[in-house]
Nanobody, 115 residues
C-alpha cells in the first residue's frame, strides 16, 4: 500500500503562486506516471498535469503555461508549481498515479484563489 501526502496549499490572491508537494511512502516513481488532479466544488475530479518516470510532462489546456509539474525520485516527491493563479483554479488538489489508483487517494490540499 502506498500513501500519498499532499501539502502546500493555501489562500492566495489572483496572480500569485503556490508550490504543492506530494510525498510518497515508498518509491514508485520508476515504474509509474504521476499526476496532479483537482476537484472544484460541484465538479468532478480532473487531471491537470502528469509526468512520466522519464520526465515527460503533459498539461490540461486550462493550466498550460502557468503550471509546472516536476519530480524528485530520490525524495519520492512530485511537485506542482502554480503561477499566475486564477480564481477558477480554486479546488482541492490531489496527487496520484495516472490513471488514479483507487487506494492511493489522499486528503488533498486546498487551494483558494481570491479575486
Amino acid at each position: 500500500q502506498v500513501q500519498l501526502v499532499e501539502s502546500g496549499g493555501g489562500l492566495v490572491q489572483a496572480g500569485g503562486s503556490l508550490r504543492l508537494s506530494c510525498a510518497a511512502s515508498r518509491s514508485i516513481f520508476n515504474i509509474v506516471v504521476m499526476g496532479w488532479y483537482r476537484q472544484a466544488p460541484g465538479k468532478q475530479r480532473a487531471l491537470v498535469a502528469s509526468i512520466t518516470s522519464g520526465g515527460r510532462t503533459n498539461y490540461a489546456d486550462s493550466v498550460k503555461g502557468r503550471f509546472t509539474i516536476s519530480r524528485d525520485n530520490a525524495k519520492n516527491t512530485v511537485y506542482l508549481q502554480m503561477n499566475s493563479l486564477k480564481p477558477e483554479d480554486t479546488a482541492v488538489y490531489y496527487c496520484n498515479t495516472v490513471p488514479g489508483a483507487v487506494n492511493y487517494w489522499g486528503q488533498g490540499t486546498q487551494v483558494t484563489v481570491s479575486s
